[in-house]
């Protein structure tokens, strides 16, 4: 006999769960229809060409390959595969892929509908990705992001909104505090340009990028690895030991830069962000300027952000940046995007370790009939309908069974109010409608009982 499970790193979700993630998802929506953000959809699946080399080396290796099925299968490069080339036999049989994240598929996306859309076009997309990482707490290979992106303009004031965006929703679902860490690859850039290896930026970037997860010693490690000057390394640990408020951070590390014109602007753009968020105020979230966020993904070329909940073991919950050629890789020029991304497992995780779900989030069906025979079957059924046609959610016991069964199974499935007609109540031509939530029960004649509800 076949042992019933699922692979690691995925979850099943009973009908408490599913409807504690779409508290989540329509709280996110909401927000983002708010903010003028218009819905798409893309496949599950893309062509292995759109997705691979848009994530760097790291992020190539946590794609999902789909095999090639049928014929297709016989097009395998065996040669490649006996000369060790993996890489190459690898796309020989995986023509397609499932997809790494939204951003990728959306640039495809814009790229491929150009003419069907107006700029600078805002889109929100809630759906799910998968990446093969290692499975832990947090950390799953299937799991939902809800993305916000604006495509078609290189205006800050959208960065702006993203800060915003951040902070309404994590607000709006109650987390008690959170951090929006900020920064910018430009000032990566100008780093590496004055620390003389211009060419290692994806090398600093993807290595600092993990300082919270294996620390600074085990980052360092990883730049000598990348043939990284002991001189660079030691300016990068330099500037990763940077403190104070924004304004001293901002003050120490544009004096670093001063003879860097890439870092500057990059400088000039942070500092143009933080100035009108302090203008405007947040709600909830301190937002901190931190020059050890990379972000790994390649396509970032400005403002970076991550969000993450203080005093929860978690890794961050948001993220996002600024992509200026993400289109360009598809042929289309001269289309600057910034998007955000809210990963909707972790938030349901933090909601969950915190015990911040609504209390109503889990409440059932309007009203539950319990059964008592043949005799009253057909009346509870005409009001079923009756209520169904008026929106309200209602059920029935199957079978006449015992009171105290019906009612335990009533409580099991968080119904509001169940209704009893027995035969006492079939003679007075009444209804029983009990509370379940305070326990009070009330006699309304059948006649009366829709308008009274």
């Known amino acids: 006999m076949q042992k019933a499970n699922i692979p690691k790193g995925?979850?099943?979700?009973l009908p408490r769960e599913v409807a504690k993630r779409n508290y989540i998802f329509s709280t996110i929506q909401s927000v983002f229809k708010k903010h003028a953000f218009y819905p798409i959809e893309t496949p599950s699946f893309e062509l292995s060409q759109t997705l691979l080399g848009k994530y760097g080396e790291e992020g190539d290796r946590l794609i999902f390959r789909i095999l090639n099925s049928g014929e297709k299968v016989f097009k395998a490069d065996t040669l490649a595969l006996e000369n060790k080339n993996v890489a190459k036999f690898a796309n020989s049989i995986s023509e397609k892929a499932l997809r790494y994240d939204l951003t990728v598929p959306f640039a495809r996306f814009v790229v491929q509908h150009q003419h069907e859309l107006n700029f600078p076009f805002k889109r929100y997309q809630i759906q799910a990705v998968w990446r093969a990482d290692r499975p832990q707490h947090g950390r799953y290979?299937?799991?939902?992001?809800?993305d916000a992106d604006v495509v078609g303009s290189d205006s800050l004031i959208y960065e702006v909104e993203m800060i915003q965006l951040f902070d309404e929703i994590l607000s709006l679902l109650?987390?008690?505090?959170?951090?929006?860490?900020i920064n910018n690859r430009k000032i990566l850039s100008g780093i590496a340009e004055i620390s003389k290896v211009p060419d290692k930026l994806i090398d600093i970037t993807v290595a600092i990028d993990k300082i919270d997860k294996i620390g600074e010693e085990a980052v360092l490690s990883e730049l000598r690895t990348k043939n990284l000057s002991e001189e660079a390394i030691s300016i990068v640990q330099k500037l990763l030991h940077i403190s104070g408020n924004n304004e001293e951070k901002i003050s120490q590390?544009?004096?670093f830069l001063k003879d860097s014109e890439e870092g500057l602007k990059g400088i000039d753009e942070l500092e143009w962000v933080l100035n009108k968020i302090k203008l405007l105020g947040l709600k909830k979230a301190e937002l901190e300027f931190d020059l050890s966020l990379a972000r790994g993904l390649n396509y970032y070329t400005g403002a970076i952000f991550e969000v993450k909940a203080n005093n929860v073991e978690m890794g961050s919950i948001c993220g996002g940046g600024r992509y200026a050629n993400l289109t360009e890789l598809f042929g289309l020029k001269n289309m600057s995007g910034v998007g955000i991304s809210f990963g909707a497992d972790r938030i349901y995780d933090v909601l969950n370790t915190l015990n911040l779900f609504p209390k109503d989030v889990e409440q059932g069906i309007d009203f539950f009939f319990l059964q008592f025979g043949e005799e009253e079957l057909m009346t509870c059924l005409e009001i079923m309908k009756q209520l169904r046609e008026k929106k309200y959610s209602c059920d029935m016991y199957p079978i006449s069974a015992k009171i105290q069964k019906q009612m335990k199974f009533a409580n099991d499935i968080s119904a509001k109010k169940v209704i009893i007609y027995g035969e006492n109540e079939r003679k007075k031509g009444i209804l029983v409608l009990k509370d379940m939530q305070s326990g009070f029960q009330e006699e309304i004649k059948i006649k009366n009982?829709?308008?009274s509800i």
């Open 10 to 13: 995925t979850r099943d979700f």
């Open 141 to 146: 290979q299937e799991f939902y992001q809800c």
């Open 174 to 181: 109650q987390i008690p505090s959170f951090t929006i860490k």
């Open 253 to 255: 590390i544009k004096n």
């Open 449 to 451: 009982f829709l308008d």
